[in-house]
């Protein structure tokens, strides 16, 4: 997970040197970031599928050995285009990792103790960026960009030789992939990741976007279509009768939606409203990143102590206060009060991503963690497209702090519904492959079936640690 994340905030404030080297502009150059960014939204739910019908160890080492062999490419990239597909390519099949590692993770844990291991994935994955800004800044001064891709080829290297070592092997399903559902969920969200990310951009009128809005109201009935009448479906329906599937879905995109809108103003405001210089605008964003880091695994010990469900009400409650303080540090013009919305922004993410991701994990059999985390990680992608596209839209590009009291107060809507969202949640939920056929009726697993889906997984993850 670190070598595959770290690279992200190092290109986002490295577009500048490169549309100088290749003679193009950043307007162009953003494609690097938002272009893999939709391309993996779109493969992540097959990525994930595939880990559960394979075997998640073979689809993690298959994408992360091609994602460092395309990685390594990339540092020879010669124009921006060859550099905006390669980085797309490497994103697509390095998103394989994404879920088959976090089922890989939760494969070897009981349902209890999940969110606690939970809690350190995320660690990693919010901890690579921010050693990689901190880190990487430097040495791309001394070195170029192009060292980004040799340092990230080297570190997946080590990796993948580890991995190849230790990881072991889940159990694969004998049934056939749902080709055509994969390719209507693929038509779904491309299309509304075209609309809500590019139609601020590109104007909703954009012959791109005249089209998304005829595919989507098309492909979202097929998929439901398709998925009803599949034997082996992509996404089994049922499970959206089941409360911690859905709401934890819903509290993901919301998440990401607050987050990522948030992310994206903040430098802007530290450098326009603040008057920060780049270098030490892209330092206080680190307390952010850092702060969200360092507590997760925190988030996963009070999970495990207090329930999913009690923290993640309590870390998208902090993501709200958050909000509530950015629009006072930019309402009043104090810098101090915006960098304590930093910081409580990364506690408000560090603490409730590893219980809703638990939550949601324990809600499905572990014959489908890889779909089910795909998913989520889907969702967010999508949420993080919304809020960016929401929160930018009132920003009145004035240069003043007090403009960006629109903006984060659209967050503080956002982040309120989200906690009214995460109360829905029910505390510590089991699944186990026997509750699909509930799920079929309507029904949720009773508090017997919950007893013995814990001891069974239980007796799984005991076999796995052998």
């Known amino acids: 997970m670190f070598a595959t994340s770290f690279p992200i905030t190092i290109l986002s404030v490295s577009l500048t040197d490169i549309a100088e080297e290749f003679d193009t502009t950043t307007s162009v150059l953003t494609w690097v970031i938002s272009g893999p960014m939709l391309l993996s939204a779109l493969s992540l ?8 019908l394979y075997g998640h160890r073979k689809v993690f080492l298959t994408g992360f050995t091609l994602a460092t062999l395309v990685s390594a490419t990339t540092a020879l ?6 550099l905006i597909g ?3 390519m490497a994103q697509i099949i390095g998103g394989a990792t994404q879920p088959t590692s976090m ?21 990693v994955a919010a901890g690579a960026p921010a050693i990689g800004l901190a880190v990487g800044g430097p040495l791309i001064d001394l070195f170029g960009w192009r060292l980004i891709f040799v340092i990230q080829a ?17 159990q694969p399903k004998r049934v056939r992939f749902d080709v055509a559902g994969a390719l209507a969920l693929t038509f779904v969200v491309g299309s509304l990741m075209l609309i809500i990310g590019q139609g601020p951009s590109w104007g909703f009128t954009h012959p791109a976007l005249l089209a998304s809005y005829v595919v989507l109201p098309v492909a979202v009935p097929a998929f439901i279509a398709i ?35 948030g992310f994206v103003l903040s430098p802007i405001a530290l450098r326009d409203g603040f008057g920060l210089s780049a270098t030490v605008a892209a330092t206080v964003m680190l307390l952010r990143t850092g702060v969200y880091s360092l507590s997760s695994p925190l988030g996963g010990q009070l999970g495990a102590r207090y329930g999913t469900r009690s923290m993640a009400v309590w870390g998208t409650a902090f993501l709200a206060l958050s909000m509530l303080v950015f629009i006072a540090g930019t309402h009043f013009d104090v810098l101090i009060v915006f960098c304590a919305a930093l910081l409580a922004q990364g506690l408000g993410n560090g603490i409730s991503r590893p219980p809703v991701t638990a939550a949601l994990a324990n809600s499905v059999p572990e014959g489908d963690l890889g779909m089910a985390t795909a998913l989520q990680r889907m969702t967010m992608q999508i949420g993080n497209s919304f809020g960016i596209a929401m929160m930018s839209a009132a920003y009145d590009d004035s240069g003043t702090a007090g403009a960006f009291v629109a903006p984060f107060t659209v967050g503080l809507v956002l982040a309120i519904v989200n906690v009214g969202i995460a109360t829905f949640l ?18 949720e697993p009773g508090d017997e079936e919950l007893v013995d889906g814990a001891a069974a997984s239980v007796e799984v993850a005991t076999e796995h640690r052998r």
């Open 45 to 52: 739910p097959v990525l994930g599928k595939l880990g559960d």
């Open 426 to 443: 029910r505390a510590d939920v089991h699944a186990t492959a026997d509750d699909e056929e509930a799920a079929t009726d309507g029904e």
């Open 227 to 261: 998925e009803r009448r599949s034997d082996a479906p992509l996404v089994p329906l049922e499970f959206l009768r089941r409360r911690n599937f859905t709401f934890a879905l819903l509290t993901s995109f919301l998440m990401g939606s607050v987050y990522m809108g």
């Open 77 to 82: 990239a010669w124009d921006p285009f060859s």
């Open 154 to 170: 080297v570190l997946a290297g080590f990796a993948l030789a580890l991995a190849t070592v230790i990881l072991p092997e889940s």
């Open 103 to 123: 089922a890989l993770v939760m494969l070897v844990f009981a349902p209890a103790d999940r969110v606690k291991a939970i809690g350190y994935w995320s660690f």
């Open 86 to 88: 390669l980085r797309s």
